[in-house]
């Protein structure tokens, strides 16, 4: 396992996935929260089929495979399922995450986690990256990206950790409003960075 975990977080939209790919791009090994929590609830998994049980069979699309939305609903308008549904995952995916961790190999690696503040997985990691980006921004992204009206998006920035929350955690901040070299550069600082604290 590599000794120093990463880990990359931010808001919506504010550029995580551009900042890992350039990350992956100097060899670094990456392990995505949002993957494996879809990994755990695939086709075919004791977990989907709990959910199934629990939930009933509206929650599975035709491929068997999990109907989200539906599910988003469900959980959204119940604090109980909501609470069930994320004492089911929760373990699960730390589980898993820690395995994945485990074979890593490159010097030091990744944990692109969205909501990794809100939850409290700072102990699973070494340092916490933050890519920042301004609310204006992050909206007008989102709306581009997901084809969402501008008051869902703030909705989501506001179900989320607050953005002076965030940074008052975080070990090191990226601050994405500018173009990709911009980017770039701050990533080959931060790589530098992260290679020289490595223990001989």
Known sequence: MS?????????????KTTVANIFADYGVDIVDADIVAREVVACG????AKIAEHFGPSVICGDRSLNRS????????????????NDLLHPLIRQEITQQLK?????YCLLVA???IENNMQNMVSR?????????????RTMQRDSTSEQQVKSIIAAQASRSKRLTLSDDIIENNGTINGLT????????????????
């Open 103 to 107: 074979l890593a190999t490159s010097p």
């Open 3 to 15: 000794q120093l975990v990463i880990g990359l977080t931010g808001g919506i939209a504010s550029g």
């Open 185 to 200: 550069n701050d990533v080959k600082k931060l790589h530098d960075k992260y290679t020289a604290l490595i223990k001989p």
């Open 128 to 140: 916490i990256l933050v890519v920042d980006s301004v609310e204006q921004t992050q909206v007008e």
């Open 45 to 48: 998994t004791p977990t989907l």
């Open 114 to 116: 969205p909501l990794l």
């Open 70 to 85: 539906v599910l988003r609903q469900l959980i959204f308008s119940n604090s109980d399922h909501k609470q069930w549904l």
